[in-house]
């Protein structure tokens, strides 16, 4: 929690802000670093390097053969949803041989999204299993690539095995709109269930 001064009729008013940290998830190529680009209010902090032929031995480019960087430590964001809430955006690397970096990444952290999709879905199976062995509340968004196949929130449900209460939306995380409505969708989910997240 912190706290930043506003002026009201001439004398200086204590509002109190929230703050929340949300990861953002998911398999590699699934568009993270794209998403939290897309909402940040800021300019986003990454921490992209170009794909090397030594990487190529243990990097599955099954799917996005023509990604050409990749995410090594994370991606960082800020949006600010109201006066009194502003979301710290942190974007999680995405290969295996980064995942070391998850524990310290979700230290703090109220909540997560989870991109997929569908093309490659067992990409994101790895960060779903993760967020809920820790009992991290966190939405479902499927990134919709073009000319990938669409699927209802059900049948991704049903996919991925999720829990009934677990938010499934689909989007484009190219979209600001489209990813805001990700975002809000998981902050609607930590308030239903009981977080401290008030707007």
């Not at 939290?36 to 090397?52: I, Y």
């Not at 993760?130 to 196949?149: L, T």
């Not at 689909?170 to 489209?178: A, I, K, Q, Y």
């Amino acid at each position: 929690m912190a706290y930043a001064d506003f002026e009201h009729d001439g004398n200086r008013a204590i509002a109190e802000v929230h703050v929340a940290k949300i990861l953002i998830a998911g398999g590699f190529g699934v568009g993270k670093t794209t998403l939290v680009g897309t909402l940040s209010e800021v300019a986003p902090l990454r921490t992209e390097e170009r794909l090397s032929e030594i990487g190529s031995s243990v990097d599955d480019l099954t799917g996005v053969e023509a990604k050409s960087t990749t995410t090594v430590a994370l991606d960082f964001g800020r949006i600010t949803i109201s006066p009194k809430l502003i979301v710290y955006l942190f974007g999680t690397p995405g290969q295996d041989r980064f995942w070391f970096m998850w524990r310290e990444l979700s230290v703090g952290a109220l909540g997560a999204v989870v991109l997929a999709d569908t093309r490659r879905i067992d990409a994101c199976f790895a960060a779903v299993d993760y967020f809920e062995s820790r009992q991290i509340p966190f939405v479902v968004g499927v990134n919709c690539f073009d000319g990938a196949e669409v699927y209802d929130e059900d049948e991704i449900r049903y996919a991925l095995d999720l829990s009934p209460t677990t938010p499934v939306r689909l989007c484009d995380v190219r979209d600001r709109e489209s990813t805001k409505e990700v975002l809000l969708h998981l902050l609607e989910h930590l308030r239903s269930s009981a977080l401290p997240i008030r707007r």
